[in-house]
């Protein structure tokens, strides 16, 4: 590749180079490409542990790349134009970006599911206008949306929060321009360095404030504040600072560059494997890789580094010229690689490497270097000349020798590079056709009435055809996507779950108030799945029972308080409970049934919980229902597929067959262990979802659950004759 101009380098992340004028760092190159290496084998293969920190590799390139070029355009021009300089952004990160956003919402409409298919244009909506970090922080953290899969734009996330620095940095530079020329009273000589200390000073005073709130955000929300701008300004700032104190380093010893060079590359790699999702991130751990990355840069300040060959050779030089292209393309291809290729092999994984790779090289050599150095856009970011006629003049003077000379370096390499993308093109969609598993929909047979007597059996036939289907059924309803939407919305219940003051005990009972028998159904966001078939068991009991289902979603129905981070639920939970306790101790109805999610937790001071600890914390509040020997305890469905992942237009209903989990075992043993302890019941979920441990996403014409966790209301109202069955063979009703 010819040699860019510092300009010309001006880029996005990853790809963002302002080496001194005439030169381009190969030791900067080479840090692009570890760190873009680290990044992609992250998301790839999981390892090394801690590879996402490559992003904060070039947090801090970016940072020290960007302040330089435009205080070297200051001191060399005497003036710095905002104007050109976002002229250049876009020019530089806009057609490769868009190019990846508009072929990724158009794959993810023809393969996703609907409702995964609009998340990915409202995710490239987001990521266009610079605001995917935070679009991806609201919905990491809503408590029905947790289990979503990865979108495939998620990893603009970055590009967001390095834009957005970039929007705010020149604006403020100016400022600091106009201050330190004051400080130097107007004497351009003593102007350039005053300038410098007072961007030393500010952006060290941001970055320090920028740090302690990332410790501070990482400690008390650490969803938002991994994608928080807020929490990563220091980051960039670090390289800004370092960009401002350049010329302190620019006569380093060759020995020191050398010592420099190699302690902070190891601190990097060092980083990539000490560093896990166990740790506080980005407050404080990420300080790790920054400040490695920094004295990388430091070392490389006063001349070239000929040592440091892990960064500086040909193959990382090339990884690195092309590493916006591979930060691009690698995760939609990660994404969408295994709707097609399910099983998880070798063979999987080596694909989807390659067509990482040649997908982002044919991407630079096609869109990102012809179109970057394109006359066309090259002449809306042209700030050098300020009088319009002589503008024009030379533009149309340059014209023709722009264009000819733009022909003759990328002409040839943009028409191979075509063919070869429709070659690529061609054989993917060839593979993917082959590969394709889902076959024309059929129609889920009705629920029959040969069973009609045996609620339990016509559960286990309707399971069992769902299991070995061969195509999603197109009578559904609803469908899946309208249930993955609707998520819990239409749950009639709702209003009787959500945080808050205690809703009205009347509001929530379902069935005759005159029934000689009373049920509570208490509990979490289970309870709240459950309380569908319990309002059809009430109201088709022939004024035999009324039935009350109240809770808090999110609010673990124990003894101990359990950490949730949904909105209001800790607010809420401990009064919630006592209210109900209260209630069910004066009404003192005939039975009271609890339903809890089978899985781990942390109270509320973060100590963590066993399986024991919670099942006897369950008991604990039970006691306090006055109760004994009316406690049933209600297993949640175990645990179903990620639909999000697993549910597309181009699987099978096989694709979202899972097993039972070993927690809901290990619960569900702890738990019938409990009732038989106490004089109390225990009825078991699997009837009603899962064959012989194996549990599919429908059953005859209704989705089972509409995300991991929670049963859709139209199918808790299908198993509301089963589920009765199974409190009767108890004797309970």
Known sequence: MAAQTTTEQA??????????????????????????????????LGWPSGGFVGVDVFFVISGFLITGLILRERERTGRFSIVGFYARRIRRILPAALTVLIATTAVGWFVFNKTRAWETIWDAVASFFLAANWRFAVTGTDYFQQTDADSPLQHFWSLSVEEQFYLVWPALLLLLFAIGMLLARGNRERSGRRIRIVVIVAMGLISVASFAFAVWETRENAEIAYFSTFTRVWELGVGAVLAAAAPLFLRLP????????????????????????????????????????????????????????????????????????????????????????????????????????????????????????????????????????????????????????????????????????LVVVTVVIIAAGFSSRGQAPQAAPEASQQNAANPLDQARADLSAALSATAWPDNLSPSLDDAMRTTSNDNPARGCFEPGSTPDFGGCTWGSGDAPNHMYVVGD???????????????????????????????????????????????????????????????????????????????????????????????????????????????????????????????????CVVDIDPAWQDFSAATQAQAQASGDRYIDALPVNCVDGRCPAFAATWPTKYDTVHLTTAYSEHIAPAIRRLFADQGLM
């Open 11 to 44: 880029a996005s992340l990853p790809e963002t180079t302002a080496a001194p004028r005439g030169r381009v760092r190969a030791d900067i190159q080479g840090l692009r490409a570890v760190a873009v290496v680290a990044v992609i084998l992250n998301h790839l």
């Open 254 to 421: 060759v020995a020191v560059r050398f010592v420099l060079g190699w302690a902070g590359l190891a601190g990097i790699v060092a980083s990539f494997f000490v560093i896990d999702a166990s740790k506080p991130f980005p407050g404080p751990w990420a300080a790790l890789p920054v400040v490695a990355t920094a004295v990388v840069l430091l070392a490389g300040i006063g001349g070239p580094q000929r040592y440091l060959f892990p960064i500086s050779n040909p193959v990382t030089t090339f990884l690195g010229n092309i590493s916006y292209s591979l930060y691009l393309w690698h995760f939609p291809v990660i994404v969408f690689v295994p709707l097609f290729l399910v099983d998880e092999t070798l063979e999987r994984t080596i694909i989807t490497a390659g067509l990482i790779f040649v997908i982002s090289v044919l991407a630079y050599l096609l869109i990102e270097q012809p179109l970057h150095h394109s006359p066309w856009l090259r002449s809306f970011s042209d700030a050098g000349v300020t009088d319009a006629e002589a503008r024009r003049v030379a533009r149309a003077t340059a014209r023709s020798e722009a264009w000819g000379r733009w022909q003759e370096r990328f002409g040839s390499q943009f028409i191979l590079s075509t063919l070869a993308l």
């Open 525 to 655: 966001s289970i309870a709240l799945t459950y309380a569908p078939a319990f309002r059809q068991i009430a109201d088709t009991s022939d004024g035999q029972w009324k039935i009350t289902t109240i809770g808090l979603y999110g609010c673990r129905f124990t003894d101990v308080l359990v950490k949730n981070d949904g909105d209001g639920v800790m607010d809420s939970c401990t009064q919630r409970k006592q209210d109900i306790a209260d209630r069910i101790a004066s009404d003192q109805p005939q039975l009271v049934v609890v339903a809890n999610a089978f899985a781990l937790g942390q109270s509320s001071d973060g100590r963590a919980l066993s399986t024991t600890d919670m099942v006897s914390s369950t008991a604990s509040l039970a006691s306090r229902f006055n109760s004994a020997g009316k406690i049933v305890y209600l297993a949640p469905p175990p645990l179903g597929a990620d639909l999000d992942a697993c549910y597309s237009q181009v699987s099978n209903p096989g694709d």
